[in-house]
Structures are given as C-alpha cells and as structure tokens.
C-alpha cells in the first residue's frame, strides 16, 4: 500500500523554517545591512533583461537555503519541466498548461493528444501576421472601402486584461494607425461610452472568447452588431467588421463572423495566460507583428531561465519563495504591486487575476482541505501617486504587505529631471519600508526643528517608522516588448512556484463557475413575468423584488 504523502507543515523543510523565523524575528534589517556590506551585491541576481535586488528582505543565507530547500522537497524542478513537456498538470479538468509553448515557435515538438501543436501555433502566428499587414496597409477595408481607424476588444477576465495592459504599456510603440478600446464590463455604460467614440465604417470588432459562451462578451458583442446594422451595416458586411477569437467556432458562424476571421484558442491555455494567444490580436494590430513577436520573444527568454537556472539564482523562483516566506511564516496576507512606470499602470490588475484566480484555493490536487494560508491579496497601482494614498499604511499600519517595485532605469519621455526623481521616490520608498525612523531619530529631527521638549514627547510616538517591511525591486534598462513579456513570464511562473509549494491546481476556477451558475436562477427570475421564486436566501429575494419594483 502506498505510503501517505508527508503533510507540508509536517516537513522537516517547512519546520527548520518555522525556527529561522523565531530566530530571525527581532532582528532589524537595518542589522542585516550593517552586519554584511555585501549584502546588496549577494542577493541580485538577473535574466532576461530584468534585474532583481531582493537584499531588503527579512531573511539570512539560512533562510534562502531553507526556502530552497522547501522548494526542491515540493519538487519545483520536476513539475517544472512537467509544465513545459505538456503534462496534464490541471489536474481537475485533465488538461496540459502550455502557454510556454505559445512563445516558443520553431521550438521542439510538444505533444498534445498525439499531435504535436507547435505546428499550429506557429500557423496563427502566420495569419496574425498576414491579418495585421492587411488591416495596417488598407488592403483590407470597412464595408464603404474606408480604412480602418478603430479597434474594438470585447472580452472579459484574461481575455480582457492581459491584452489591454500589453496594448497600454507599449503605447510608446503603437503605430498610430488604429485607436484601441477594450471593453469587457456587462454595465452597458462601458460599451455605449466606446460606441459613441467610433465610426461604424471604420471600426473593427475583435469578440475574444475561449467558449464563445461568455455572458458578459456575448451581450457586449450583440448590442455591437446591432449598432453596426442600426447605422450602415448589414448582415453580408458583418464579416468585414467582426474576428473572432475563440475554441468554438461553429457558434462564432452562427453568431455571423465568417470561418476566415476566426481565429483559434486550445483548452491547453488558460484565459489568464492566453494574451501570447491570438487573444493577443489588438496587441498585434496596435503595435505591430513585429513588436508582438519581439513580446514573446522576450517571455520566452525567462522560460529558458525559468526551466534552467539553479533554483538559488532563478528570478520566479526566488521571488515565488519570499512569498511563501512572508504568507506562511509572517502571517502576511496581501501583496503589493508597486510600478514607477506610468504605462505600466494596467499591471496590478492584471498580476490580480493571474494570482488570485490560479491559487485562491482552499482544497490540494487531491481534494484535501489546505491547513495553511495560499494566496495572498494581490493589489497596488503606480507609483509615485500611491506615496501620497496608501503608501502611509505600508509604512505604519499595522499588518505586513511585502512589496514589488518595479522600475525602468530610462523613461521613454525624459522630460526635465522627472524620471530622476521618479526614480529617487522608488528608492526612498523601498528603503523607507526597510529602514524605518526609531524614536531616537524622531526626537533629534524635531529638536533640531525647534520643538520643545513637551512637544518632542507629544509628536515623538506618531513619527516613529517601524521598518523592516520587506520589498524587491526588479529594474530593466527600458520597458520594451521584449523585457514587456519577461516581466509578465516571470509573474506566472511566480504563482505556478506557489501554487507547488501549497499543492494546489494553479489552473483551474471553480469558484468562478459558482457565482456563473447561480448568476443564471437569478436572471431568470429577474426577467420573468411571475413573482420570484423562494431562493437560498430571504435577501437575495428581497433584492429581486426591489429590483423587479424599479425595472422601466
């Protein structure tokens, strides 16, 4: 009979951790700094065109091999190269998890079912690519010959999100051909502001959706049609106006969109990791084929580090383990993302959906209630604004939250001293959190301001910085396509580390499914003529009614 797997709060491993954070507890980082001068050149380490310092972090030597070492008995290595070969790592819907192999064309054969699918994303980059020029040099054309001027994005969730923060965060290399706009929100103030924005003669509707069966899409994508046939359209030049991208193309047809404009989605690619897709498609169209094969280029390049540095030098590695330190050991329950990148603004909310969905699980692979914290609360937004906001809780509140500052050492518009600066706040931020103000401090720096000694013991208390708030900071030369799709590869690798180490399937999201089904019994008991039905819960059919009472 098979032996049980060990617990993992029951390793060895996960125990010798547990007594380096005791240890380690009432020891300033400001020590950890004074005690070793090397300490910032040791704990840097750089792949792909990002460089990370992550020397503002509570930990020792020991802590790293420990974290190591917890990572190596959790066997990373091995479902690491589980994830790249194809197997079926999602493990609840018995599919492979190959968005690696989206940036990697011309690469070795991956088999998927026995075929090998390399072959096949490798043709939809072609018709991406022969799409785009088409569309960018007017050869194809709106229903009255018009080129085209708009691109319309609907979708929702990874279909959604990772394609606007690409389009947004290249804008510095959009070829100002098209305008985009993405709209994914089922509130119809969202699709109505972007109709009243654009031309139906000019404008080309991209409908991004893995099922073809998404509420929020399909209702988006219809009352497009119906505008494109309310003012000019008809259903014969619908297929001049409307791709689609999607698994499902028979229900594409039948919506109206022509075979030639559908483009392919596998079950092998989540949504939140489909923008190296033809998801990807209004990427491609703003900024170009090339900027978008330059994009994969760059993900693929922390794949290879991914798959093949030692674990002690490897970014996602390094950087999913400080997680795990802080979630499981610190009892840290958020995590902030903090870009000093103004086109990097999208990031947050995109890095939410990648982190949250893949590992806000309560239960292991094998159906197991977890008996430890797994993922955190994903939030932040950019930097240098959030100093004047919530920054003042990461300094003095009272929880934990481990922060990312990401940073480009040269802007895309060097105006005045504003990227110098911009880059003195990232700094005094990270070492701020680190460092802190002790009441010593304190006293000196109104002394010398004049106060008296009453008012030095009143204001004293309230100035005191605690410090050791841990922090990374990943730098790149410039935000370019190519160090644009390490920095996303790098996060996704971030969170499948994690979702190793908790057990759990990075891949799937059932609770997702919930909130969809039971979305359905209520709609129809909105919409119908009867008094709602008796449901779960007297406030949910109070708020029916309500709701019934004001419907025009």
Known sequence: MPQAPVPLTSRPEWRALASLQQAL???????????DPD?????????????????????????????????RQCGVPERTEAMFRGDRINVTEGRPALHTALRNPGGD????????????????????????????????TGF???????????????????????????????????????????????????????????????????????????????????WFLENGGSEATIAKHFVAVTANPKVAETFGI?????????????????????????????????????????????????????????????????????????????????????????????????????????????????????GPIIWGGVGANGQHAYHQLLHQGTRLIPA??????????????????????CLSQSRALMAGKTEEEAR?????????????????????????????TLLMDKLTPETLGALIALYEHRTFVQGVIWDVDSFDQWGVELGKQMGKGILDQIMGDAAPKATSDSSTEQLIRLFRSKRP
């Open 258 to 374: 022509a075979g030639e404009n559908i483009f392919p989605m596998w079950d092998w690619v989540g949504g939140r990791y489909s923008l190296w897709s033809a998801i990807g498609l209004p990427i491609a169209l703003l900024v170009g084929m090339t900027n978008f094969r330059a994009l994969l280029t760059g993900a693929h390049a922390m794949d290879q580090h991914f798959r093949h540095t030692p674990l002690e030098k490897n970014l996602p590695v390094i950087m999913a383990m400080l997680g795990i330190w802080y979630s499981n050991f610190w009892g840290a329950e958020t995590h902030a993302i903090l870009p000093y990148d103004h086109y990097l603004e999208s990031l947050p909310a995109h890095l939410q959906q990648l982190d949250m969905e893949s590992n806000g699980k309560c239960v292991t692979q094998d159906g197991q209630p977890v008996s430890y914290p797994t």
């Open 144 to 226: 009255t010959g018009k080129a085209f001027t708009d691109v319309v994005s609907i979708g929702i969730g990874g279909s959604f999100l990772g394609p606007k923060l690409i389009s947004e965060a290249l804008q510095p290399y959009q070829n100002g051909q098209l305008s985009g706009y993405f709209v994914a929100n089922i509130d119809g103030s969202d699709i109505s502001e972007v109709l009243r924005q654009v031309n139906p003669e000019t404008t080309l509707f991209l409908v991004q959706s893995k099922s073809f069966r998404t509420q929020e899409t399909l209702e988006n994508s219809q009352i497009a049609r119906d």
């Open 109 to 140: 054969a991956i088999m998927v079912d026995g075929i090998d699918i390399i072959p096949e994303v490798e043709q939809t980059l072609a018709r991406m690519a022969s799409f785009t020029d088409d569309i960018l040099s007017g050869q194809r």
């Open 404 to 425: 990312d500052f990401i940073i480009p050492l040269q802007s895309h518009n060097p105006v005045g001293e504003h990227h110098a600066i911009l880059f003195a706040n």
């Open 25 to 35: 507890k009432n020891t300033p980082m400001r020590a950890l700094f004074e005690q």
């Open 39 to 71: 300490r910032a050149r040791r704990y840097f380490t750089e792949a792909a065109g990002l460089s990370l310092d992550y020397s503002k972090n509570r930990m020792t030597d020991d802590v790293l091999a420990g974290l190591m070492a917890l990572a």
């Open 444 to 472: 000196q720096e109104l002394a010398r301001d004049g106060l008296s000694q009453n008012d030095i013991a009143t204001l004293a208390p309230h100035k005191v910085i605690p410090g050791n708030k841990p922090s990374n």
